[in-house]
């Protein structure tokens, strides 16, 4: 295969070598059953609690407090699940209107069955009020669902403080952690949530395996129903390589903490500083601070993110117009809809995510390709903005733009 060049690493990230090497014995000679009473399976079993102690450490909690999944996904669903299967009188949810589809569609779907569910706005940076969280908590509210990092923008929720709310008003606390791993710090003694979701496949383990923290002494209801397989929380044969591989992931994850927070962050501030000042009518979809030191999502005023990424795809350039869920989708991201960007304005966003393998040499690649795709899109566009107009040849100051043939040639080429 080509060399590609990744910022794409909010959608997934490449299995770290270090990973594969870990779980490749339970791929091979280690096959038990971690249920079965002899040794060759209750052995697995020990590696197990190994790589659940590796998690654990990850969010500094107890190993008993960690519940391994199959993804995000299945994490997010079964705390809400939980939450309201265990307190049958509570039937409202309160989440935003930024979460991942995870979250959002769960809720959607719980709407349809009878309970209350309020999707908290979001300000134009992506931040939330949370006065506005506070006024929103009933007695009948059995959990906040509050993701902690945004995937498309990076915005990152005051998550302890919306913990702290919870828990004085007696109310269940939910995080979807999923991007935060190797990004941010995470230590779950301060933040104050009861449950927090990750997913395997974005800090460099394989897809299809996840992990939900359940708070000691939290009262939980498991949404997979079937054996006794952990602690009665999740039914079903453990996905005995994949634990391993999370473990593994756990430990990288700790160790890429600064790296992250230093060389990849600088990378992604070269990439914006140069993306908004050589390309005109571009701007950055997110606060500047309060977001992950790896994400940056920009909007091209006047043309479409899906034809920028496709003419960057036909380069090798792999980046994204949002959650990877939604991708194909015609509809803007609600992400960018909820902060208050046109429609036009959301369609025309691309994010771009890097991560511990990004490269100085992959940001030049990209910023050699992008200003010339954009403007030869904007040439095309009938939106486009009077700035980026370019000049018919021979054309004065006061004659607009390409003649309608001109234009055709242009698109054609673009095409
Ligand atoms: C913020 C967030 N939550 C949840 C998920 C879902 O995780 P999974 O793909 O493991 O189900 C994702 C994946 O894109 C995500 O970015």
Not at 74 to 94: C, D, Y
Not at 136 to 161: H, K, L, Y
Not at 168 to 189: E, F, M
Not at 354 to 374: A, K, Q
Request: hydrophobic content about 35%; glycine content about 6%; proline content about 5%.
């Amino acid at each position: 295969m080509s060399k590609i060049c990744y910022f794409d690493a909010n959608a997934t990230t490449r299995v770290a070598p270090e990973v594969v090497e870990a779980m490749l014995p339970f791929l091979t000679e280690r096959w038990g059953n971690p249920s079965s009473a002899y040794t060759f399976g209750n052995q697995v079993a020990k590696h197990i609690e190994t790589s659940r102690a590796k998690a654990a450490a990850l969010l500094n909690v107890d190993s008993r407090e960690i519940v391994f999944t199959s993804c995000g996904t299945e994490s997010i669903n079964s705390a809400i699940h939980s939450a309201l299967m265990t307190q049958p009188g509570k039937r409202h949810v309160v989440t935003t209107a930024v979460e991942h589809s995870a979250t959002l569609k769960f809720c959607e779907h719980l709407r349809k069955r009878g309970y209350d569910v309020t999707f908290l706005p979001v300000e134009s940076d992506g931040s939330m009020d949370l006065h506005l969280l506070e006024k929103t908590i009933r007695p009948d509210t059995a959990i906040v669902s509050v993701m902690w990092a945004n995937n498309e923008t990076g915005v990152i929720f005051p998550i302890e403080e919306i913990g702290a709310i919870c828990r004085s008003r007696g109310v269940l606390c939910h995080t979807d952690a999923v991007q935060t791993p190797g990004k941010l710090k995470i230590d779950v003694q301060n933040l104050g949530a009861d449950f927090l979701s990750l997913s395997g496949h974005k800090f460099h383990s394989p897809k299809g395996i996840g992990l939900l923290y359940v708070r000691r002494r939290t009262r939980f209801e498991p949404y997979l129903i079937g054996g006794h397989q952990e602690r009665d929380r999740r039914g079903g044969t453990e996905n005995v390589p994949y634990i391993i591989g999370l473990g593994r992931a756990a430990e990288l994850a700790m160790e890429h903490l600064d790296e992250e927070n230093t060389r990849v962050r600088a990378l992604r501030d070269r990439l914006e500083e140069a993306v908004l000042t050589t390309i005109p009518a571009t701007s950055r979809n997110g606060a500047k601070e309060e977001r992950l030191p790896n994400t940056s999502n920009i909007a091209f005023d006047s043309v479409e993110a899906e034809a920028i990424l496709m003419l960057l795809d036909q380069v090798g350039i792999c980046a994204s117009s949002g959650s990877a869920c939604t991708t194909g989708s015609l509809d803007p991201s609600h992400v960018l809809v909820a902060m208050g960007l046109s429609p036009a304005r959301a369609r025309g966003s691309v994010r771009f995510s890097l991560g511990i393998d990004s490269t100085d040499e992959d940001v030049d690649y990209l910023l050699n390709h992008l200003p010339s795709i954009v403007a030869k899109l904007r040439a095309v566009s009938p939106a486009r903005p009077p700035e980026v107009k370019p000049a018919r040849r021979g054309a004065t100051a006061s004659t607009p733009g390409p003649t309608r043939r001109e234009e055709r040639k242009l698109r054609r080429e673009a095409a």
